[in-house]
């Protein structure tokens, strides 16, 4: 079994700053790519930053120059570190890892239960 957990949410003001977690645990040989999205209400989940192994990164456009994503392979943990937030990124932040692990071990996509953002005055 695979678990993959976030955490660092919360309410900030516009401006403001918010670094969040994701481990991936339990039967894993390896954690590939890993990845932040997030849900507005009323919205599609959308792409917010991907990291491969080797710490190549991706962000959606809007999140450009704000949001850096980072990871620690020998804790098989994401980063997002989010600055000069705005109201526009309040949404619930779901975390997602491609790992090779489990039995028989095979390669499975694996989504957080998700932690929710609120930017608000």
């Known amino acids: 079994q695979v678990q993959v957990v976030e955490s660092g949410g919360g309410l900030v003001q516009p401006g403001g700053s918010l670094r969040l977690s994701c481990a991936a645990s339990?039967?894993?040989?390896?954690?590939?790519?890993m990845g932040w999205y997030r849900q507005a209400p009323g919205k599609q989940r959308e792409l917010v930053a991907t990291i491969t192994r080797s710490s190549m990164t991706s962000y959606e456009d809007s999140v450009k120059g704000r949001f850096t994503i980072s990871r620690d392979n020998a804790k098989n943990t994401v980063y997002l570190q989010m600055n000069s937030l705005k109201p526009e990124d309040t949404a619930v932040y779901y975390c997602?890892?491609?790992?090779?692990?489990?039995?028989?071990?095979?390669?499975?996509?694996?989504w957080g239960q998700g932690t929710q953002v609120t930017v608000s005055s």
């Open positions: 997602n890892a491609e790992v090779l692990g489990g039995w028989p071990i095979q390669s499975k996509t694996y």
């Open positions: 339990g039967s894993i040989f390896s954690v590939n790519a």
